[in-house]
C-alpha cells in the first residue's frame, strides 16, 4: 500500500458527501470558467487592439461624420505612416436577426493597416478592383455558406435602398482573438450612392483609422491630430485603438466589473464547499489521527494525509468542472443570438486560473484541519468519541 | 533480567482549568525486559497515564523515564514518533482499526514508516497475520470481522514492525469471554514465545492473572504486588 493508495481511500470515504463536494467545485468551476468567458468575449475588441493605430471620430459622438478632406492633413502629420477610413454601414442580410459587422473601407489601405485579417494578394487585388466587391471573415462565411464569388444582398438602414456585394475574399484571423465575422466593402461604392440619393451625406467618414510609426508617441500624435480641427465644425477626439474600445465596454463597466466580482465569490464559494468538508471529515477522523500518531506517523505525514485528500478533491472537481466547461461554453455561444460576441472563446488563461485556484483552495482548505490534527495531543485524540 | 523500562520519581500533573490536577505521584517502576506487567486500579487512579507515558504518547511533568537506555523524556515530537515507530506496539481497547483499509493494509500500516520493501512488508504482514490466526481473513474490512479478531487484526499491525515494549490499554475491555481468552491466550505467546516485553491496563482480574507482575495504582501512587 502506498501513500496515495491511503489518501485515495480516505478521499472517497463518505462516497456521497466527497461526490456532492466534487459536484459543487465542478459546478462553480463552471460557473467560473463560464463568466471569465463573457468578460474575454467583452473585452476581446480591447485584448485585439494595436497600439500603434490610433482611432479618429467626431468629438461629439461617434455617429457623427467627419469630413472626407481630413485625409490628407491628418497623413501630413509627422509620425503618422497611413491613413484609412470606415462608415459603419448597419443593415440587414437575411433578416434582422443575422448580425455581423459591415463596413464600409478603404481598399487600397484596409489591409495593410489590419494585417491580423489574412488574404491572398489575389483576393486583395480582386477585391480592390471591383466595386461592390466585399471581403468577409471565415466565420461568417462558415455562417452563411458563402464562398469566393457569392452575391450577398442587404438592406440598408443607416443607408437606405438595397444593396448588393459580391464576395471577392474571405479572410481568417491571425489569432483566436481576432474578430473573423466581419464584412468590409468600398468606401467609394457607399459614397456613389450618397452623391445620387443624398448629397448632404456624401464625403463623409465614419471614422479615420491613422497607422502611427512610434506606439509611444501616440499622446503626441493624437494631440497633433485633435488640435489640427480644433475650432471646426466637426472637431476630432483621437485616441488609440485600445481607448476607443474600451470606450464602447465601459459604457458596460459596471456590469463587466460585477460580473468580474462574481466570478472570484465564486472561488470563495469552491473555498467554503471544500473548508467545510474537510473540517467534516477530520473532526471524524480524530481518533484516526491520534492513532497515526501513536504508530509513529509524523507531522509531515498527516499533512500528506489531509493536503492530499483536500487536493484530490479540489483537483478532481476542477479537472471535471474544466472537462465539462468546453460543451458548456460552445452550447451557451449557440443560445446567443449570432454574432452577439464575435469572439467567445475560453481562453487559456481561464483554464489556468481555474486549475491554479482549485490547487490553492485545495491547500487553503487543508490549514484548518492540518493545524487540529497537528497540535491535538495523542492521549486526547485516543479519548475523542466525536 | 535487566531493566528495559525504568521509571524514576515520575510526576504527572493536569491543568484544568485553574486547578492543578496530580495524576501520577513520584512513581518509581523497573519493568525488566520479558515481563507481563498488568497495571490495575480502580478508574482515575493513573493506570492509563503511566501506559501512555510508557509508550511515549504523553509526556512526565517531572521524573525520568528510561526505555532500553533512552530517555524518552528529552526526545522531540518528531524522535519521539519514530522512537514509538521502532520500539511500541500499541493495543486499544476499541481496536482502533481504519475502516477503509483491509486487515492486510491495517497490518500493513506501521510497516510504511520503514525501509522496507513491498514484497518484505508483505511476507512481514502476512507473518504477523498468521501468528493471530487470521491469515485467511486478510483481504477483510473491519466492518466484516468480530470484535475478537478487529482486536486481533489489531495485534498483528503491534507485531508487524516487531517492536521490543507492546502496551495494551483494555484489551479485552470490549469483547466477550471467549474472545477476551484468545486475546489474552495471543498476548502471553508474544510474551513467552517471541521475549516481547507487555505492559497491560486492566480492570479484569482474570486478565491480570495471565501477567506474571501485576501493579495496583491507587490515586496516583504506586503500590508494589507480586503474585504467584
Known sequence: MSMTKLIIKNSFRHTLRVLLTIVGISVAVIAFGMLRT????????????????????????????????YKEKIAGIPGVTSVSWLNWFGGTYIDKDQFFARQACDPETIFTLYPEFRLTSSEISAFRS????????????????????????????????????????????????????????????????????????????GYYVVKIDDASKSAVISQKIDELFKNSPAETKTETEGQFQQGFVSSSGAIIGAINIM???????????????MIMTSRERTREYAVLKSLGFTGGHLFAFIAGEALTISLLGAGI???LLIPIVQGFESLLPRGWFPVFII??????????????VGIIAAIIPLYRALTMRIVDGLRFTG | MSAIITISHLTKT?????????????????????????????????????LNIIAGIDRPTNGEVMIDGTNIGVLSETELAKWRSRHIGFIFQFYNLIPVLTAFENVELPLMLTPLSKSERRRQVELALSVVGLADRMDHYPKQLSGGQEQ?????????????IFVADEPTGDLDRVSAEEILTLLERLNKEFGKTIVMVTHDPQAAHRANIVHHLEKGDLIPQVPS
Not at chain 1, 178 to 186: E, K, L, N, P, S
Not at chain 1, 347 to 356: H, R
Open chain 1, 130 to 205: 471591383e466595386r461592390n466587391a466585399c471581403i468577409v471573415g471565415i466565420e461568417t462565411a462558415k455562417r452563411y455558406g458563402l464562398k469566393v464569388g457569392d452575391i450577398m444582398n442587404m438592406e440598408g438602414d443607416i443607408y437606405p435602398g438595397s444593396w448588393q456585394f459580391t464576395v471577392r475574399g474571405i479572410y481568417t484571423p491571425r489569432s483566436k482573438t481576432d474578430d473573423a465575422t466581419q464584412m468590409f466593402f468600398h468606401w467609394e461604392y457607399l459614397n456613389e450612392r450618397m452623391k445620387q440619393d443624398d448629397a448632404s451625406r456624401a464625403d463623409q467618414v
Open chain 1, 347 to 360: 481562453e487559456s488563461s481561464t483554464y489556468v486560473l481555474a486549475g491554479s485556484s482549485a490547487l490553492i
Open chain 2, 152 to 164: 486481533r487484526v489489531a495485534i498483528a499491525r503491534a507485531i508487524a514492525s516487531d517492536p521490543d
Open chain 1, 38 to 69: 463573457v468578460v474575454t468575449a467583452w473585452n476581446a475588441g480591447v485584448a485585439a487592439s494595436s497600439p500603434n493605430r490610433l482611432v479618429v471620430r467626431q468629438a461629439v459622438s461617434f455617429i457623427f461624420p467627419l469630413p472626407y478632406a
Open chain 1, 321 to 323: 468542472g474544466i472537462a
Open chain 2, 14 to 50: 493536569y491543568k484544568r482549568d485553574k486547578q492543578e490536577i496530580t495524576v501520577l505521584k513520584d512513581v518509581s517502576l523497573d519493568i525488566a525486559q520479558g515481563d507481563f506487567v498488568a497495571l490495575m486500579g480502580p478508574s482515575g487512579s493513573g493506570k492509563t497515564t503511566l
Open chain 1, 263 to 277: 466570478s472570484y465569490l465564486i472561488i470563495g464559494i469552491i473555498l467554503l464547499v471544500l473548508c467545510n468538508t
